[in-house]
């Protein structure tokens, strides 16, 4: 019984993390077009800082792929 708890709370704080990375996303992709860009990502320093990292592509935006990576 006390494990079947622990895997409940471990799928819970999965969940809730997959849920509020979705929901950062959204938030910073400010024009809607499913992607950020670097002018939407320099509200936020830590992004800023792993943009060029996170862009694998090159094309100057993150995807909600790339960005799940942060």
């Known amino acids: 019984m006390k494990t079947f708890k622990s895997t409940l709370v471990l799928m819970a704080l ?6 509020f990375a979705a929901t950062d996303f959204d938030t910073l992709d400010v024009d ?3 992607a950020i860009s670097q002018a939407e990502a320099s509200v936020d320093a830590e992004l800023m ?17 790339e960005f799940s990576k942060a």
């Open 49 to 65: 800082s792993k943009f060029t990292e996170l862009d694998t592509d090159q094309n100057g935006e993150l995807s909600k792929e």
């Open 32 to 34: 809607g077009n499913g």
């Open 14 to 19: 999965a969940s809730s993390s997959a849920a």
